[in-house]
């Protein structure tokens, strides 16, 4: 006994109907389960349109790869044409398809009466404790004690790195071999830092902004590794995923943005995510995770020096300075 066989066009109809609803629902729920977050990351609009164009394009070249395989595609299209599954189908298929592709085009067109979108509080502080205003980011305010430290490990070339940069870091040294490990960063300070370093005689200024910019570049890795899927590499709002969300990622390059908080208030504001926020601040619409979650005070600080750096701003003087 033969087993029923699926045409060519059911399966190009099916295939899409299961591209459409993995990209659609399948992303999200994995996306959900892969991040432990509570609530699924959704997928922009503009990156169903290209998985739906490329299935359609790859379904094509199947269809049409062979005189044989286009006859099979066009034979149930033809056979509903003449009248093949009763005249009643194909008379309710012919009216059925240019009232949807007209309904779907009136429904894009006509003008709608919508309700005013939501205000977004930028800054809603009613439950901002007061302790955090004079916080200070410690990655950004380093003392002599770090400074120093950081000369020792330098000049013994023991310099540690975040677990989140070290291991690309030693697969660097592997490859390159150098002579230091902080060859690993080609100019500025750093470079000024082994020439002092090989002379004998270091510099605690140039020790001080080479140590600076070592963290800066831990904080962009961190910032790159958990924020610029929304923020973007440019801080800007405008990451991959910023147009899946109702209310766009906050856009750091704006003057009225984190330039006019205090660093104590971003550091609150990282930490506790969009489920931290106070009452005033709905409908709010933030997708940002509880970060105080996942990452430790140290790497949230670490970001948030980035932050600044990549936006080119400056937070905040709390007025009581």
Same mark, same amino acid.
């Given at each position: 006994m033969t087993k029923p066989r699926i045409g060519t066009f059911l399966s190009v109809v099916l295939t899409l109907l299961v591209v459409y609803a993995l990209v659609k629902w399948g992303i999200p729920a994995l996306s959900r389960e892969v991040t432990s977050l509570p609530f699924p990351l959704p997928v922009p609009g503009t990156l169903m349109f290209f998985y739906m164009m490329l299935t359609i394009i790859a379904l094509f070249l199947i269809v049409t790869f062979?005189?044989? =395989?286009?006859?099979?595609?066009?034979?149930? +299209?033809? *056979?509903?044409?003449?009248?093949?599954?009763?005249? #009643?189908?194909?008379?309710?298929?012919?009216?059925?398809?240019?009232?949807?592709? =007209?309904?779907q085009v009136y429904e894009i067109t +006509?003008? *709608?009466?919508?309700?005013?979108?939501?205000?977004? #509080?930028?800054?809603?502080?009613?439950n901002f404790p007061k302790s955090f205003e004079d916080k200070k980011n410690p990655i950004a305010s380093l003392t002599a004690a770090d400074v120093d430290a950081f000369i020792e490990q330098a000049k013994a070339n023991e310099v540690q790195f975040i677990a989140q940069v070290q291991e690309d870091i030693d697969h660097w040294l592997e490859e390159v071999d150098p002579e230091h490990v902080l060859e690993f960063f080609p100019q500025g300070s750093m470079k000024k830092l082994l020439t002092e370093i090989a002379a004998g005689e270091v510099n605690r200024e140039t020790a001080k902004a080479a140590l600076s910019e070592k963290n800066l570049f831990e904080g962009r890795a961190l910032y790159a590794m958990n924020c610029r899927a929304c923020h973007g590499d440019s801080v800007a709002g405008d990451g991959p995923m910023a147009d899946g969300f109702k209310l766009r990622p906050i856009n750091f390059t704006d003057n009225g943005t984190i330039e006019t908080?205090?660093?104590?208030?971003?550091?609150?504001?990282?930490?506790?995510?969009?489920?931290?926020?106070?009452?005033?601040?709905?409908?709010?619409?933030?997708?940002?995770?509880?970060?105080?979650?996942?990452?430790?005070?140290?790497?949230?600080?670490?970001?948030?020096?980035?932050?600044?750096?990549?936006?080119?701003?400056?937070?905040?003087?709390?007025?009581?300075?």
């Open positions: 062979s005189d044989e =395989g286009l006859n099979d595609f066009l034979r149930p +299209v033809k *056979k509903l044409l003449r009248g093949g599954y009763t005249k #009643i189908l194909r008379a309710v298929v012919l009216t059925a398809i240019p009232a949807v592709i =007209g309904w +006509v003008p *709608k009466v919508e309700v005013p979108s939501s205000l977004r #509080i930028q800054h809603p502080s009613s908080i205090v660093e104590g208030y971003t550091f609150w504001r990282v930490s506790n995510g969009g489920p931290g926020l106070p009452a005033e601040a709905t409908p709010w619409d933030s997708a940002m995770p509880e970060w105080k979650l996942s990452l430790a005070e140290e790497q949230r600080w670490r970001i948030i020096q980035a932050e600044y750096d990549l936006a080119q701003k400056t937070p905040r003087i709390p007025e009581s300075h």
